[in-house]
């Protein structure tokens, strides 16, 4: 968590949603700290502030548990992008995004972008053992210099417990295709009231990434970022327009006079 008191003030806030599990902690470590760390799962919420160029943008970890279900509302409110997370090797948790998660957006700006993720690609897809820079780049995380066995395939396994390091090695089955987060993205579109026309297209706002390998981590956020350029700009220029008014500095000596010579 920052330090408070050393903290500026955010232009925008991007939020992430989804179930336990599903990695959106591990997403945010990536991202921020450049490596991948074991988790246990969020209680209630946690943030860091992202310094983009001239512009500091909030991100926000929410809790997928039942319990803390009620705070994601809260978390979402204002925000200008939420990126709804799922575990491609768990269906239920796409389920949970249209069934627990996205009416939590309902207090989120008129105008938010929404970006639908699958993490843990790297259990289905031994190509995404490659992490991908922000640029486009691939690179191997080991080095290059080790010799590489093929994974073992595996026809169809359970959905996976929280750590996918019991299976290392091994290539999941894939529940979750990209037709199916497809369809679901198109259906947020309507449930949010949104012209498909006019938004942005689905397979640019479907993003399968890995937060252990880093693969397309860099994309994700960086292409939100690009995205809520617009609204950063438009708040900066609300905020001109309509400066705050500091309560201490304008209750000076004329303010006392003013409330001595008051009947």
Request: hydrophobic share 35%.
């Amino acid at each position: 968590m920052p330090d408070l008191s050393k903290m500026k003030k955010p232009d925008v806030k991007v939020v992430l949603l989804g179930d336990m599990n599903v990695g959106k902690t591990s997403l945010l470590h990536r991202y921020m700290e450049r490596k991948f760390k074991d988790t246990v799962s969020t209680v209630g919420g946690a943030f860091f502030l992202k310094q983009w160029g001239p512009y500091n943008i909030s991100i926000w970890d929410t809790a997928g548990r039942e319990q803390f279900h009620g705070l994601g509302s809260m978390y979402c409110r204002g925000a200008a992008a939420v990126i709804l997370t799922y575990d491609v090797t768990n269906w239920q948790s796409l389920a949970e995004i249209e069934e627990r998660f996205l009416s939590l957006t309902d207090t989120a700006n008129h105008d938010c972008i929404y970006a639908l993720v699958g993490n843990k690609a790297d259990l289905t897809d031994p190509k995404v053992h490659l992490s991908q820079d922000a640029d486009g780049q691939t690179k191997d995380p080991t080095g290059g210099d080790e010799e590489r066995t093929e994974p073992q395939v595996l026809s169809a396994v359970p959905t996976p417990p929280a750590s996918p390091t019991s299976f290392s090695g091994l290539v999941l089955h894939k529940q979750v295709t990209r037709d199916d987060a497809l369809s679901l993205y198109e259906r947020i579109l309507r449930y949010k009231g949104l012209d498909e026309k006019s938004s942005l297209p689905a397979d640019k706002m479907c993003f399968e990434t890995s937060a252990k390998t880093g693969y397309n981590v860099d994309v994700l956020f960086e292409t939100l970022f690009d995205l809520v350029l617009p609204s950063i700009l438009r708040k900066r220029h609300e905020n001109r327009e309509s400066p705050t008014v500091d309560l201490e500095d304008s209750g000076g000596v004329g303010s006392k006079r003013a409330r001595s010579s008051c009947c």
